[in-house]
């Protein structure tokens, strides 16, 4: 078993930067990939940013490429989702995840969820 809590969301002007913490606990937090989703009101959940086991990888949606960085403390259990330069489309309940697929469409543990609000 894996709990994840969120943290950092807010409201932000656009051009802006937000730094989002997920906290892990349970199962050994090194053991999974960790990632970042987002849904917007009336959206499918998509995917934002992904890293890998041993922090060694990365991956990010093309629509944040340049702007968002996902890193992982495997020491604190923790990762994090910068993003600068946030724009109003950027707008959604963020939520952490651990043990993505390999397609990164999906993970076995989901965050609570955290809200992210950019004002134009």
């Known amino acids: 078993q894996v709990q994840l809590v969120e943290s950092g969301g807010g409201l932000v002007q656009a051009g802006g930067s937000l730094r989002l913490s997920c906290a892990a606990s349970?199962?050994?937090?090194?053991?999974?990939?960790m990632g970042w989703f987002r849904q917007a009101p009336g959206k499918e959940r998509e995917f934002v940013a992904a890293i890998s086991r041993s922090g060694g990888t990365t991956y990010r949606a093309d629509s944040v490429k340049g702007r968002f960085t996902i890193s992982r403390d495997n020491a604190k259990n923790t990762v994090y989702l910068q993003m600068n330069s946030l724009k109003p489309e950027d707008t959604a309940v963020y939520y952490c995840?651990?043990?993505?697929?390999?397609?990164?469409?999906?993970?076995?543990?989901w965050g609570q969820g955290t809200q992210v609000t950019v004002s134009s």
């Open positions: 349970g199962r050994t937090f090194s053991s999974y990939s």
């Open positions: 995840a651990a043990d993505l697929t390999a397609t990164r469409s999906d993970a076995s543990y």
